[in-house]
């Protein structure tokens, strides 16, 4: 390898962090957390409320269908896909996967930025949605 060069970057690091980029997924992560498992519905449901919540105005049945099609086509895949969460297609529970400790400790992280950057201190997921 030549001095310029840089190892590559294992793809599921990759993956794992551009999945922990997006607001919206990193909010089902939190939820998932402390919750243990949801499913889509009811996902989709507490994405919606708390998408709403954050815009001050109430959730319409228009958004919550635009919230259940990202979550479905978007979200959800791109979670599944780098491992950080599973989903049953029988039951359509999801649940968190077998990550590595250091997806923890991002969400950890990630958590109290954005708590903080509204000037929080939560110590749960309720904190933070209804602060």
Not at 10 to 24: S, T, W
Not at 62 to 70: N, P, R, V, Y
Not at 82 to 92: F, P, R, S, Y
Not at 96 to 117: H, M
């Amino acid at each position: 390898m030549g001095a310029n060069t840089m190892p590559a970057t294992p793809p599921a690091v990759d993956g794992r962090l551009e999945a922990l980029a997006n607001y919206y997924r990193r909010f089902l992560l939190y939820y998932l957390r402390e919750h243990g498992s949801a499913t889509r519905t009811e996902l989709t449901d507490v994405l919606a409320g708390w998408l709403a919540s954050v815009q001050g105005v109430d959730a319409d049945r228009l958004a919550h269908e635009q919230t259940q099609i990202a979550l479905r086509h978007i979200h959800l895949p791109k979670l599944l896909d780098c491992g950080l969460v599973e989903h049953d297609a029988d039951t359509g529970v999801v649940s968190l996967g077998a990550y590595p400790s250091w997806v923890d400790e991002c969400l950890d992280l990630t958590f109290r930025v954005e708590a903080q950057a509204r000037g929080e201190r939560p110590e749960s997921l309720r904190d933070l949605i209804d602060g």
